[in-house]
């Protein structure tokens, strides 16, 4: 047990630290560069435990449709989001916006799936996190603070992915998939869709600089990708998909943390922010337990 929560707290960490190897590649080379080569490198040790396990199978091909919808959502568009949000944003804020995931995840069951019976608090949650992602924008400062449009991409990487989860949940959760099946299948698809959609001129630049190269190929691709999907399905079978969740409180800490580190100036609202919207996440994943 006691490792299961150590692997939870590295999935935490491997997630924020996601937001710094992004920032050193967007200086090179584009935002869709950045996806195409994160998704290729994290597929790789996917695609090769997934041959090693045999989960792959011709019958899945019937559930392409499926697996396209996935690789949109929770692949390409959300890292998409994801990337173009953080070229815009300093490190700290885009990680602590990520910190909405779940609480998009829990608009979308409540909208489209009938089980999910909201609570109070569960709205409080939502509340509190909505005051949260405000403070992380401070609109009332206009061109003066972050950019809006930065926070746009982040929260649009966030209702993707967690449009994604409710996806899964309705069409795919009753077909008893092997989860490393889904997720090969998913990557897979997103590296044959950004290769043929993305403009490659100038990637290349991402070799000019070692660090930027080997945060791209190491920390987004093989560790922040295919190792964390891995990860991820062995907290969730080790410890369930609640405890789990524990992860998305822990990233945005991280980056938060890092963004200190790196020199940035990390504000009382700021953090703040980042306390109401993992309190809001702790409201909505505590309250959806009781309900359970």
């Known amino acids: 047990m006691f490792r299961a929560y150590a692997v939870l707290v590295l999935l935490g960490i491997i997630w924020g630290s996601n937001f710094i190897f992004m920032k050193w590649a967007i200086a090179l080379i584009t935002p869709s560069q950045t996806v195409f080569l994160r998704v290729l490198f994290g597929f790789l040790p996917l695609a090769l435990i997934a041959w090693h396990r045999k989960v792959i199978t011709r019958k899945q091909l019937r559930y392409l449709p499926h697996f396209i919808v996935m690789s949109v ?13 953080t070229a815009l944003l300093p490190t700290s804020i885009a990680g602590l916006l990520s910190g909405s995931i779940p609480i998009f995840t829990f608009l979308g069951a409540a909208l489209f799936l009938p089980e999910e ?73 997103a590296v044959i869709t950004l290769a043929v959609l993305i403009d490659f001129d100038g990637i290349t630049n991402i070799a000019t600089d070692s660090q930027a190269m ?79």
Do not use: C, N
């Open 117 to 189: 019976r909201p609570t109070k608090q569960m709205a409080i949650g939502i509340i509190l996190g909505f005051a949260g992602i405000v403070l992380s924008a401070q609109p009332w400062q206009g061109d003066a603070g972050v950019s809006i449009i930065g926070v746009l991409w982040m929260l649009t990487g966030s209702l993707s992915i967690g449009a994604s989860f409710v996806y899964a949940r309705r069409f795919l959760s009753h077909l008893k998939m092997p989860p490393l099946a889904l997720a090969t299948w998913q990557i897979g698809i």
């Open 73 to 85: 959502l929770a692949t390409s568009f959300y890292y998409y989001g994801f990337v173009a949000g």
């Open 214 to 292: 080997w945060g791209t190929f190491f920390g987004l691709g093989i560790l922040g990708t295919g190792a964390a999907f891995l990860i991820y399905y062995y907290v969730i079978e080790t410890l369930g998909s609640v405890r789990a969740a524990g992860a998305t409180y822990i990233a945005p800490v991280v980056a938060v943390i890092i963004g200190g580190i790196i020199g940035e100036d990390i504000t009382r609202l700021e953090i703040i922010a980042l306390l109401l919207i993992l309190g809001g996440v702790l409201l909505i994943q505590t309250g959806r337990k009781k309900v359970a």
